[in-house]
């Protein structure tokens, strides 16, 4: 562990560096930046081994500090994983490259031509806690965005996330670019989030991914601007026209298929009229796939049920735990969302158009869904390859945070001797 004072000298160096790549990136060529995610890609699948041997020690030292089921989750990589990740890079640099398209462009009676083009925020700094994954994600997706990005990973996934850094720094190597585009913080002292946080004038945006407890701590203390979700207080609701086999597979693959993710849903609502049939149903499942259910009085007469305290609305579990309340009509249904809700991700289960167009209407949280799992709310399942995290605030990033997402843009102005009158 480095005192507060060697770590501030530290971060300051990874900063500047950080800067200069930055310089590089914003000029590259897309193909150079695409050309390194392959390589990177490549590096991933030939340290396999590598990868999982650090992995191992994360898992271990995770099981000592007693850490839940679903946290666990989160950490392991396996064979399969390492794989899906280097298909993510693939996916990354096989899009569309964002930085320098032209957004809009018009002329003006004043003979001025106008052009709106993306440009890179230049350097993003990414704090996150147990997936390593978000290592390759975040490094592939800045890269793309022509964005030098300075990543701080959790003291869980510290050694996986290290081995996975080495493959991406291979791929920049490789291409001619940086190798400070993508930097990973050797340490797990906490002074080194605080540093980052006050970096203004060196990192353009924090992005936070983790639980409420550190991105509540990066919202209150950062500096420089957030992109950021705090809780993933995810709602399925059942409406009065829900298809029963539809209710049933998205509920039970919203909650069991990865229970740890921020787009695992976290509370079911049930529509009043199908409660003693559809919901009875749906909650006898969850329960049987081994979640704890914990109801409003309505729905305790169902065995195996759990009575649901007033903390269980609004609370974001990340493990097999689900509450569940019968709602009177939709109205409630979506009044119960706006006052526990987070702005994550929403879904209705219904037959009706009606329905789901004032659902969609009346809530606004940055996606809502019909008839489909929760656990869809994922950047690679948007078509973005991969996302640096679901960003639930109001100004410019919404939702997945892609490629796209990281960039701002400048105006180009154009003229042949122009003058103001």
Not at 58 to 86: F, H, P, T, V
Not at 233 to 255: C, F, M, R, S, T
Request: proline share 3%; with cysteine.
């Amino acid at each position: 562990m480095k005192d507060s004072v060697e770590v501030a000298v530290m971060m300051s160096e990874i900063g500047r560096k950080a800067k200069e790549a930055a310089a590089e990136l914003a000029v590259a060529p897309a193909e150079t930046r695409g050309a390194a995610l392959e390589l990177a890609a490549g590096a991933i699948e030939a340290s396999v081994p590598t990868i999982l041997d650090a992995n191992a020690r994360d898992m271990e030292a995770a099981r000592d500090k007693g850490l839940s089921k679903a946290m666990l989750d989160r950490l392991l990589l396996d064979e399969a994983r390492i794989s899906a990740m280097a298909a993510g890079l693939r996916a990354v640099a096989a899009q569309k490259d964002p930085v320098g398209e032209v957004i809009a462009d018009w002329h003006r009676p004043s003979g001025l031509h106008i052009r709106r083009v993306r440009t890179p925020l230049g350097v993003i700094g990414v704090i996150y806690e147990s997936r390593p994954n978000v290592t390759a994600d975040a490094g592939a997706l800045c890269l793309k965005s022509g964005n030098a990005v300075i990543l701080r990973g959790g003291s869980e996934s510290f050694h996986s996330s290290a081995a996975i850094h080495a493959c991406l720094v291979e791929g920049l190597k490789s291409a001619g670019l940086p190798e400070a585009a993508i930097q990973l913080v050797p340490t797990t002292d906490r002074a080194a989030v605080s540093e980052m946080l006050t970096m203004t004038g060196i990192i353009d945006v924090i992005v936070p991914r983790g639980g409420k407890g550190l991105v509540g701590l990066v919202q209150r203390e950062a500096r420089v601007p957030v992109f950021a979700h705090l809780e993933g207080i995810v709602h399925v609701y059942i409406d009065a026209a829900a298809d029963p086999e539809k209710a049933l597979k998205v509920v039970l693959n919203a909650k069991t298929r990865r229970p740890g993710i921020c787009g695992a849903a976290e509370c079911l609502l049930i529509h009043r009229d199908v409660a003693g049939t559809i919901g009875q149903g749906v909650i006898r499942a969850l329960i049987d796939a081994g979640v704890e259910v914990r109801t409003d009085a309505s729905l305790q007469t169902i065995e195996g049920t759990v009575p649901a305290g007033e903390d269980d609305w609004g609370r974001e579990y990340l493990d097999m735990k689900i509450a569940a309340k019968v709602v009177d009509d939709i109205d409630e249904a979506i009044a119960h969302i706006r006052r526990y809700g987070s702005e994550h991700t929403e879904c209705i289960v219904t037959e009706d158009d009606a329905a789901a167009e004032r659902f969609f209407t009346r809530l606004d949280s940055a996606i809502l869904m019909r008839n489909a799992s929760t656990q869809f709310a994922d950047g690679g399942e948007f078509g973005m390859g991969a996302e640096i995290g679901i960003a639930t605030g109001k100004m410019h990033a919404r939702g997945p945070v892609g490629a796209e997402q990281l960039t701002s843009f400048k105006y180009l102005v154009e003229g042949d001797g122009t003058v103001r009158s």
